[in-house]
């Protein structure tokens, strides 16, 4: 008889018995695993501040942000009264965003805003959501308006939005960020109109945001907050100089000159590291060499970004006067010139449009081309010579010609046809005509601003002065800079008058 190995046995315990052990083992070892990871994640309790807590922070802390913080009163008058304005019908903006580069306060005026408002306050960072599991962060949003709208007045603040607001790319990497997402364009849509409760949030960079985001009814409100002015960043100081003991000899005007280009969170800083050294060196006031020390110290520590020497100042200064008086010359007010930077832009001179356009006459791109070149036509007046701080003027100046010629019929020999590759093949005679025809339209604008501006250089002189002594002008100020300026009337005549595209064609 033989004793064999009885194979059929064995696979029927096997697939009875130890299956079922193994699939059981393991999934003892995924439980564990999860359970370790969800231990380590980070706990993420949105900030939660009641009304009137210790360490808030209010209007008299954030300085230099006027344009801004009229705005906002608006949004804290509601927020104190909702039922006096739902009385009358009012519907308050819901959802507002800031956006600006970091360090300009945009945290800060949420938290001021939340405080004068007496509401409740919901904070939470964007990045802590994307972290986290499948789900997670959807569930976590859900959550945050779900005790917002039980506490109602209240505000929901989202920090860094960028983190869960960028645009999707159409092949999704990450399916967490686009679940979060949504999650937050299901709440803000699902508001009733009498609930109180303001949604604000804080980007860096708008262009980066899902425009998903940005529709009425969303985030359609928007704030750009932009780095300080000289005014404001003498503001600024003296917010964070409050409760310092100061010496005699700290000039104030001084170190807001020195800093053109810095933001709040650096001259928050300049005013700390100025307060250490004097610590250091046991005196018993800042002193302004302190203060030298701490400039240098963080101007040094922030090397890539931009100090505007005075240098660059002036060639700024007139550069962005030049395009000023030029738009004034064609008879086109701009609403603003600034030499203090904005994104890439160094200075910028802002037109608003009169009214919406899409046809623009050709007397109309002219004049517009004058002006954007105008920047550069003073550098080279002034200084003899150019910088390379016009490149972003000069594509657009190009783009218009080339538009005009190739595909509008503007040339000035060449007025009935398109000349546009892609319709027929050119000969290379046409070719010719064609990039000669572009090149004599921006030739014949440049000259133009060229002798507008010399015609004129005692008020271009003037203009940069006022931009150098004040960094911005507004347009009251510029009207008053420009009164005894009468509008170039040749160039009234030969490059009409002018209404802009739309906002900043000049940067
Ligand atoms: P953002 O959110 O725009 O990156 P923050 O609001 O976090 O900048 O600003 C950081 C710090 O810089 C603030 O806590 C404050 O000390 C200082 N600061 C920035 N802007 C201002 C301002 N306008 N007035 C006063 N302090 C400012
Ligand atoms: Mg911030
Ligand atoms: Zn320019």
Redesign the pocket.
Known sequence: MLVGFDFVQWASDFTTTWIPLLFFFLMCVVVWLLWKTVKLMPRVKPMEITPGSASAVTWADVAGLDEAKEELQEIVDFLRNPEHFESLGARVPKGILFHGPPGTGKTLAAKAIANESGARFYAQSASAFVEMFAGLGAARIRKLFEEARKNAPSIVFIDELDAVGQARSGHSFNREQDQTLNQLLVELDGFGQREQVVVMAASNRLQDLDPALLRPGRFDRQIFIQPPDLKGRRAILGVHMRGKPLGEDVDIDAIARQTAGLTGADLANICNEAAISAGRKDRPALTQADFDYALERVVAGLQQRRVVTDKEKRILAY?EGG?ALVSHLVGNQPEKATIIARGTALGYVLHLPEEERYLETKEELLAWMVMALA?RAAEELVFGRVTNG?A??LEKVTAIARAMVFEWGMGESVTSRTMRADNYALSEETKRLRDSEQARLTDHAYEEAQRLLSHHRVALDRIAAALLDRETLSRDELVELFQDVEPDSRSAETVGVVRALGADP??
């Open positions: 550069h395009h920047g016009a972003n003027d000049t940067g």
